[in-house]
């Protein structure tokens, strides 16, 4: 069950604010009532309107989402300093994506532009907290970039400079 905001009620209709991610309420058809609060009783109760089917999530033909997701990366740090031995460093990262709209179905990793890689999200379809684990076996500058893909295929990305001393 999810509490919806309320943003105005006329004497027709019940406009709310749709959950705000995909993660609490992923996109599907739900059964949605209205409570109505009683003034009879000496406790608030709510009475359950009849009930009506939405659909939450997946884009209409009228409208497509054009919004591209959010990603951050959390760890390691911006500019920082990795140290390893010889062999090279293990390099763990993580990070935060979300989008409000058809929500997130992946994010990947690339060291220096190369090759990306599928993170690990925190849970299936989770990817509100999300982890990626690498090994760089080069010293010197090196640049981590997170991409994070919505369900409509829109994509942005973020990056950030680290050093890495073996």
């Not at 999530?57 to 500019?79: K, N, Q």
């Amino acid at each position: 069950m999810i509490w919806l905001q309320i943003q105005s009620i006329t004497s027709s209709s019940v406009i709310v604010s749709a959950p705000i991610n995909a993660n609490l309420a992923p996109p599907g058809y739900y059964l949605i009532h209205v409570l109505k609060s009683s003034p009879d009783y000496p406790v608030p109760i709510g009475i359950p309107s009849i009930g009506k089917i939405i659909q939450i999530g997946l884009p209409s033909a009228t409208g497509t989402d054009i919004t591209p997701p959010t990603i951050g990366i959390t760890s390691p740090s911006s500019r920082a300093v990795i140290l390893g031995p010889a062999s090279g460093v293990v390099v763990n990262v993580a990070g935060t994506a979300s989008d409000s709209q058809s929500g997130v179905t992946s994010v990947k990793v690339s060291i220096d532009g190369g090759p990306s890689s599928q993170a690990t999200p925190a849970a299936p379809g989770d990817w509100s907290i999300w982890t990626f684990s690498t090994n760089i076996n080069k010293m010197g500058p090196h640049t981590i970039q997170a991409i994070a893909t919505d369900n409509a295929g829109n994509k942005t990305s973020a990056k950030i400079p680290v050093t890495v001393f073996l």
